[in-house]
C-alpha cells in the first residue's frame, strides 16, 4: 500500500452552512479537495458527522464517492440538543445498517468546553457505545479533559474497537488507550505542539497503533497554519512524523494505511 488515508475530516460539510469555517472560501469545491488530496497520494477519506444533520451528509457523500467512506456521530458538544429531540434518534439510527458507514463518532466526552451537560455527554455517548455494538462498528472518540470517566465508561462497555482521534494526552493514557487495543489519531497538532510531554508521547505510539488524520478544515499542520485544512495535508503530516520518529515515510504510510483499513474493515 503505498497511498495515505485520512481518518478524520469533515469535508461532507464543504458549502454546507453546517460549517462556518469551510465558507470563509465560498469557492471551494468537495471535487476539488478530493482531487487535491489524490495528488497528495490521499486516496481514501473518512467523514465523519457531529450530529445527524451532519452525519447524513456524510452519508449521503460516500454514496457519491468510491473511496469516501462515512462516521455517524453526535459530538459531545451536540449531547443537550440530542436529547431534546425525540426524533433525532430515530434518525440516527436509520442510518444503519449501510455499507458505506464504517464507523460510530465522533463521540465521546469533553469537559474542557463543556458546551453539553456532563449528563447529557454521558448519556449520548453511552447509547452511541450500544449502537456500535450492535452494529459490530469501530467508533471514534473525541476526549478532551475527561479520561477519568471516559476510562470507567470504556470499562464497562468493552469488548469495543476504536481510535482516540486528535489524541493529545499523557503517556500514562496512550498506555492505556493500547491497553484496550484503541488505534490513536495523531493530526496536525503534532507539527505545531512547543509540549515537550506531547512530543515525546507522538514518539511513544507503537507504530501499528498509529492512524493519521487532518480534522479538517481544523488544525492546519505547519508551514500552512492560517489557512483551511484539507485532507491533503496528511501527507505533511505523515512526513513530520516519519522525521520526529526517525522512521522511513514510505513505512509509516504503508503501516498507518493498513492500521486504517483493519480497523474500518476498507
Not at 450500544?130 to 462498528?137: E, F, G, I, M, R
Not at 465508561?153 to 496512550?174: A, E, R, W
Request: charged content about 20%; overall charge neutral; proline content about 4%.
Amino acid at each position: 500500500m503505498n497511498y495515505l488515508i485520512d481518518t478524520h475530516c469533515h469535508i461532507q460539510s464543504i458549502q454546507n452552512s453546517l460549517s462556518e469555517l469551510w465558507l470563509k472560501d465560498p469557492t471551494l469545491t468537495i471535487a476539488d479537495v478530493i482531487k487535491r488530496a489524490n495528488k497528495n497520494r490521499v486516496k481514501t477519506l473518512i467523514a465523519v458527522g457531529c450530529n445527524v444533520a451532519d452525519s447524513r451528509l456524510a452519508v449521503n457523500l460516500a454514496k457519491n464517492y468510491p473511496n469516501i467512506f462515512a462516521s455517524i456521530g453526535i459530538h459531545p458538544h451536540e449531547a443537550d440538543d440530542f436529547l431534546k429531540d425525540v426524533l433525532l434518534k430515530a434518525e440516527f439510527e436509520k442510518f444503519l445498517p449501510d455499507q458505506n458507514i464504517k464507523a460510530i463518532g465522533e463521540c465521546g466526552l469533553d469537559y474542557y468546553y463543556n458546551i453539553s451537560t456532563k449528563q447529557a455527554q454521558l448519556e449520548v455517548f453511552k447509547y452511541q457505545l450500544v449502537v456500535a455494538k450492535k452494529y459490530n462498528l469501530p467508533v471514534i472518540f473525541h476526549v478532551r479533559d475527561a479520561f477519568d470517566d471516559f476510562w470507567s465508561i470504556i470499562k464497562q462497555s468493552m469488548p469495543l474497537t476504536g481510535v482516540i482521534h486528535s489524541f493529545t494526552d499523557s503517556k500514562k493514557n496512550l498506555f492505556k488507550a493500547l491497553d484496550y487495543g484503541f488505534k490513536i489519531g495523531v493530526n496536525g497538532i503534532a507539527t505545531f505542539t512547543k509540549n515537550i510531554e506531547q512530543i515525546e508521547m507522538y514518539k511513544s505510539i507503537p507504530l501499528d497503533s498509529l492512524v493519521v488524520e487532518t480534522d479538517s478544515p481544523y488544525l492546519t499542520p505547519v508551514p500552512l497554519r492560517g489557512r483551511l485544512n484539507e485532507p491533503s495535508n496528511v501527507l505533511i503530516i505523515t512526513e513530520f512524523l516519519a522525521t520526529l520518529r526517525n522512521e522511513s515515510i514510505e513505512e509509516l504510510i504503508y503501516q498507518t494505511t493498513l492500521s486504517a483499513m483493519k480497523l474500518f474493515k476498507l
